[in-house]
T-cell receptor
Framework: EPEVTQTPSHQVTQMGQEVILRCVPI?????FYWYRQILGQKVEFLVS????????KSEIFDDQFSVERPDGSNFTLKIRSTKLEDSAMYFC????????????FGSGTQLSVL | SQQGEEDPQALSIQEGENATMNCSYK?????LQWYRQNSGRGLVHLIL???NEREKHSGRLRVTLDTSKKSSSLLITASRAADTASYFC???????????WGAGTKLIIKP
């Protein structure tokens, strides 16, 4: 069964450093997303991406965040200058047809900012 | 902003029993979805119910939606140890793609 893959599974960084989280969505999917989950808290929407552009973003997704689909397979989330509060599990997801429906999630990248 | 809330927060039952989890939300939705998350893993889509549907079945899963009460329930029948996981409802608001998530119900199935 096709799956969304994320790398790395764990990322430790110093506050103020840039990080890039990588994702390979399912190949025939059209919509891509980033969500995050702080330990013990709710899953939070960050951004959705369709047709090579951001379709929606949340208040969390400020100027420190950016997404890119550099080629036909990868989808990346960049955090320019990490803060302690960016520590969370970051999930990439993709969906095939209608946006926001039946999302397939990767296993996540646990980001720890020290 | 919209907020989904599941209850109970935790549920522990014997294998073979039925498990019922509830979800409430606050604003108009396009759809409501249930996802499962095993510890330390990603979320797995279980079932989607649209705002014009009242009930949906998938295998041992039964979902109901009451838009007048802004609530949904997920029933897992004949539970198995492998059903042990956290279950989340996620609502799809009208007009956009983002999902609004509840805090989840942690389900433990005792063998």
């Amino acid at each position: 069964e096709p799956e969304v893959t994320q790398t790395p599974s764990h990322q430790v960084t110093q506050m103020g450093q840039e990080v890039i989280l990588r994702c390979v969505p399912i190949s025939n999917h059209l919509y891509f997303y980033w969500y995050r989950q702080i330990l013990g808290q709710k899953v939070e929407f960050l951004v959705s991406f369709y047709n090579n552009e951001i379709s929606e973003k949340s208040e969390i997704f400020d100027d420190q965040f950016s997404v890119e689909r550099p080629d036909g397979s990868n989808f990346t989330l960049k955090i320019r200058s990490t803060k302690l509060e960016d520590s969370a599990m970051y999930f990439c997801a993709s969906s095939e047809g209608r946006g926001g429906e039946k999302l397939f999630f990767g296993s996540g990248t646990q980001l720890s900012v020290l | 902003s919209q907020q989904g809330e599941e209850d109970p927060q935790a549920l522990s039952i014997q294998e073979g029993e039925n498990a019922t989890m509830n979800c409430s939300y606050k604003t108009s939705i396009n759809n409501l979805q249930w996802y499962r998350q095993n510890s330390g893993r990603g979320l797995v889509h279980l079932i989607l119910i649209r705002s014009n549907e009242r009930e949906k079945h998938s295998g041992r899963l039964r979902v109901t939606l009451d838009t007048s009460k802004k609530s949904s329930s997920l029933l897992i029948t004949a539970s198995r140890a492998a059903d042990t996981a956290s279950y989340f409802c996620a609502t799809g608001p009208l007009g956009n793609y983002q999902l609004i998530w509840g805090a989840g119900t942690k389900l433990i199935i005792k063998p």
